[in-house]
């Protein structure tokens, strides 16, 4: 059953948060964990109209929406990430997907995130440069104000010192105008639904 939600998931995000869920505990599913997937197919039975929809005329801008809680795993306490992109107003890739680390803070969790999705948009630039099309000062929207204000400070801090320095290179990127950390309000954050679950 698993499997074949995570294979509904690539063209259904707003499952993509409770499906992943559900699969951290394939090795040993408990009866709680069976119910909770048949209600996601319930779900799924009554929102059988649901889509994506692609425009034809969309414009050509790359904008990434990027979400962390801070440590929602209730076994080992580590945060989950969730992120989309979206090429003018279509949604071409999204995720959810648990930290590998435990953060010691908001900041951090948000902080990590952000620097493994501006290695993803260098990815996605460099294969829409392949097709022609040329992107320079890609947004990034994040809810963490203390997050951006870390990114653009180029001062090692005490607080942040114990942060590895495969995350430090968003600042670098930040600096060359690769990337362009944006605020948004958290009920404006549309990546919210790949980190926490709806009603």
């Given at each position: ?58 414009t050509c801008n790359l904008i990434r929406y990027s979400d962390s809680d801070f440590a929602g795993s ?126």
């Open positions: 059953m698993i499997r074949s939600l995570l294979y509904l998931s690539a063209s259904r995000p707003d499952i993509m948060f409770g499906v992943c869920m559900c699969a951290r505990f394939q090795s040993n599913p408990k009866q709680p964990h069976l119910s909770f997937v048949k209600r996601i197919i319930r779900y799924l039975l009554g929102t059988m109209n649901i889509g994506l929809w692609y425009p034809k005329n969309s209730k076994t080992d306490r580590k945060s989950t990430n969730g992120t989309c992109h979206f090429i003018g107003s279509a949604l071409v890739s999204w995720h959810s997907k648990k930290q590998n680390i435990v953060a010691l803070s908001t900041v951090e969790a948000e902080y990590i995130y952000v620097g493994s999705c501006c290695a993803q948009i260098l990815w996605m630039k460099q294969q829409l440069s392949d097709y022609g099309i040329l992107l320079d000062h890609i947004p990034i929207i994040c809810d963490n104000m203390s997050a951006i204000n870390l990114s653009k400070n180029h001062v090692q801090h005490s607080k942040t010192k114990h942060l590895e320095i495969q995350h430090h290179f968003l600042r670098d990127h930040v600096q060359k105008g690769d990337c362009v950390l944006e605020f948004v309000d958290t009920k404006n954050q549309l990546a919210d639904i790949f980190t926490k679950p709806f009603p």
